[in-house]
């Protein structure tokens, strides 16, 4: 049987949540059904290209160091697809979408866009160009129904836009306490501490700093809790900088960058997310998956994961106040904390399977590549 090749277009291959969800998706798709390729422009940010080559995916970089020359890369896409006779391409976030739907227009290959925000969080420009070309496309995709909405509100498109929710694979993302008491022993955190902790790209979207406030104001009623914020970005030297100012560089860990997420997932017992706007994010769900109890914003599709006081405990977004108040609830309540703990990993197991979503991945690309084979007879 002939495979249906798709064609994944991404701006970056880094530790973002979407670029993260590639591999994992990898490694559950049919493949004897579907050959798959991955494009990206950003050759710095290459960190899940051997996750992806290891699952069985062939990547490529179009090296560019701007979105305008991003943008330019098209006629190098187009003739990318012609060569590998791609059927499908699959496009993540804005200026891959924006490549994408040029390359839909030279080549009329199917094109289905993955949305992984709401667009009132986008830079007016972003905005624009997503308005004035968003109906060169076949199908758009939400990560919540939150993602959807503000599509439907912002864009009003004559393509159709379904939800398709993101997912875990939670076989992978369980707890290993002998992986988390490691982690704890290496950055001198004692076995039986409270970890609060989150990973994140360190970018305005996060607040950061707003997480670094709240912790201020657990840790001073709580001196024996510990914090570790995983990652980096553009952000970074101003959140470590702001962690000085506060008094707690002894106290919250960065150990920046890592693969093996799992291990410091298990070093956390409360994951606190102080985000301003989100679709529905990935780490949440691994940390989840993790058996983290979850203190969050309600921030975008948050609350389609979090529902407050039965998988974990929600304030409003930017309230970092209420956010302290919430994770010093769990912290000094032990049975508390080990009931969310358990509440969400059952949340995510019956509602956020990787499988599922995968399954409903292939269902679209099938439905695309048949409805292109058709008008091709």
Known sequence: MQKIKVLHIIKSLGRGGAEMLLPETLKIHNTN??????????????QMVAALENAGGEVHCFPASNNFLLLKKYDEVVKFCKTHKIDVI????????????????????PVVYTEHNIQEGYHFATKLLNKLSFNNQNLALGVSEDVS???????NPKIPVRTLLNGVNTEHF???TTKGNTIRKKLNIPEDAVVIGNLAVFREQKNLPGWLTAFKKVHEQNPQVFGILVGAGPKQEEIKEMAKELGLEAIVKFPGLQTDTVAYFSAMDIFMMSSSFEGLPIALLEAMSMSCAIVSTRAGGVVEAVRDEIDGLTCEVRDEAALATLATKLVSNIGKRIEYQTAARKRVIEFF?????????????????????????
Request: net charge positive; with cysteine.
């Open 33 to 46: 059904k579907f050959e798959f390729h991955y494009i990206y422009f950003l050759p710095w940010k290459n």
């Open 90 to 109: 699959h496009c993540h976030l804005p200026w891959s979408g924006f490549v994408g739907r040029i390359v839909h227009s030279k080549t009329k290959i």
């Open 149 to 155: 909405a503000s599509i439907k509100k912002n864009i």
């Open 174 to 176: 369980q707890r290993d």
């Open 353 to 377: 399977s990787l499988a599922s979503m995968v399954n409903s991945l292939e269902e679209i690309y099938t439905e695309l590549y048949q409805e292109n084979s058709n008008l091709k007879n």
